[in-house]
Every structure is written in C-alpha cells, then in structure tokens.
C-alpha cells in the first residue's frame, strides 16, 4: 500500500478545496498552523485537485448577499466577505511511491506577482494546471454590492428618522 | 448551483445566526445577572446600549422604568426569557446550517460553542420560567 502525506501551506489563503481523484479531502490543521492530510491507497497514481470558491461567484450572487445582508440587520451580524478575491486552479498527476511526501505552497499573492503554487517532494509530479491570479470580476461585484450597501443604510437611516419625527410630532 | 458554493452560502448563514446567538446570549447573562445579582441601571444601560435606549425612550412608559429601580427589575425579568428563548432559536438555526459545512475547521469550533449555548440558555430559560412562577427570582 502506498501513503502520500501531503502539507498544505495556505498563508493568507481562504477556503481552498483540495481533491485528491475527484474526491473532497479535509485536510487537519497541525500544531505549526499548517494543513496535513495522509492518504491511503492500493493505486500508483493520483489526481490531486486544487481550487477555491467565492461566494460571489454564482448566478444568484447580488440577490443572496443582499438577502444575507437584511438578515443580518443591515450587516451588523453579518460574516467579513473576502475581499481579496484570489483565484486559484492547481491539478497534477502525482506518482506515488511507498511514503510519497508533498508540500503544497500558496505564495502571498500581490497585485504584480504572478507567482503559482509550488510543490515539493519526493515524488514525481506532472502539473497539469498551476493558475494562481487576483479575480478583477469578483472585485466588481463586491464594489456593486458596497454601493448597494450605502445606499440601503441611507434609505433606513432616512426611514428612521422620518418615523421618529412622525411619532414626536403626534 | 455548485456543491461547494452551496456549502459556502449554508456557512455564511449559519455565521449570521452564530453571531446573533452571541448577542443573546450575552443580552440573557446580563439580564439574567441584573436579575439575580439586583445589580439595577448601570449594567443594563450600557448592555443594551445607545441605540436600544434611544428607542426604548421613545415608546410611551419605558421612560419610568429608568427612573425606578423596582420597575427596571422589572425589565430585566421580563427580557431575560425573550432573550433567551430566542438565542435558543438562533443558536438551533446556527447549528443546522452550520452542519451543512461541519468538515470545515472555521465552524467546528462554532458548531461546539453553539451547542453549549442552547445548553445554557434551556437552563437559563426553564430556570427564570419556574422562579417567575413562584413570584420569586433572587
């Protein structure tokens, strides 16, 4: 049987999914602040798959955050979105040997990097796909969305204030 | 719609209805607190905060209760079962969605901090229930 372990430096990267032959693993967070996980398998190759998703990026996107944010008493309760909107798309095909090991690096993505991810270890690895890049449409939709924030927290603050001058004028 | 932002939505929700459940809880200890303990105006006032008292000083009646100590007992006694019964309802709504994402290790920790909170807050609730029945809360 072989083992790959595989340790996942993410940095300042947030919610990667990480499929190892088309299936979600969860990775452990070890006593370092890194991401480890062991796989056990009878086969001599894997399909190791890395991407992340934003909440911004489906069909639904304008109308499910705004939703969330009326729910959340006009983001008051309401959970910080991503702002960084980095995109990452990372597949290999991963040889495996008895105890294959691989470190999976995220580097701290800039404006004018280009920099991908960088693996390494004792196995042989044929990178498939390595995309690591700033979504500029993902950051348009969050620009879209802030206006319409403003604009919701003008139009109650002017309700308010329209209903507490109708009550002391009662 | 994609499984993995599916997942991501159902944690967002569930983060909303997390953070709402902090809020109660904290509005029940404090309540709860004032009632036990008699502690009167200053821990309500600055729990509630600016913004609830802005409002509260203008429904006609509430003014009063700032004034007299037995009737912001009063207050305190009769919020600490609404804030509790609905910090249960939002820390069980936290729960559900949560569990929709529970193998990421962001909600573990607040999937294990909502379950306590409904824990306390059935105590809290059931607790100030049976003493207001008895006509006796300290």
């Known amino acids: 049987m072989n083992t790959l372990k595989i340790s996942f430096k993410f940095s300042y990267f947030k919610n990667p999914l990480v499929y190892i032959d088309g299936k979600l693993i969860f990775p452990k967070r070890n006593n ?3 991401y480890t996980y062991t796989l056990k398998t009878n086969s ?59 470190t999976i690096e995220f580097p701290r993505l800039s404006k004018t990097s280009t920099e991908t991810i960088i693996s390494k270890g004792n196995v ?18 969050i620009k879209i969305l802030k206006i319409a924030k403003i604009l919701t927290w003008i139009a109650s603050a002017i309700l308010i204030t329209i209903i507490t001058i109708i009550l002391l004028t009662r | 719609m994609n499984k993995a932002l599916v997942k991501t939505y159902m944690s967002h929700l569930g983060t909303i209805f997390f953070n709402y459940s902090i809020f109660c809880f904290a509005m029940t200890c404090i309540s709860f607190f004032s009632v036990v303990l008699i502690v009167t105006f200053w ?30 007992m009063e207050m305190a006694l009769m919020l600490t079962p609404i804030f509790s019964g609905v910090g249960i309802a939002f820390s069980v ?32 609730l059931v607790y100030t229930l049976i003493k207001m029945k008895d006509g006796n809360v300290q």
């Open chain 1, 32 to 34: 370092f602040g890194n």
């Open chain 2, 43 to 72: 821990v309500l006032l600055i729990a509630i905060g600016l913004l609830s008292l802005c409002v509260l000083f203008f429904v006609p009646g509430y003014t009063d209760l700032f004034t007299k100590s037995s009737g912001f």
């Open chain 1, 44 to 102: 001599d190759k894997v399909n190791l798959k890395i991407i992340n998703v934003h909440e911004l990026e489906g069909k639904l996107w304008f109308i499910l955050s705004y939703l969330f944010f009326l729910i959340s008493l006009l983001g008051i309760f309401d959970k910080k979105i991503d702002k960084s909107c980095k995109k990452v798309q990372y597949e290999s095909t991963i040889d495996l040997i008895e105890n294959s090991e691989l």
């Open chain 2, 93 to 124: 709504l936290s729960l559900i969605f949560l569990l929709f994402d529970r193998q990421n290790p962001k909600n573990k920790s607040k999937i294990i901090i909502s379950a306590v909170f409904v824990g306390i807050l059935i105590f809290v």
């Open chain 1, 124 to 141: 042989n690895e044929e990178v498939i796909t390595n995309n690591f890049y700033i979504d500029n449409k993902l950051k348009k939709r």
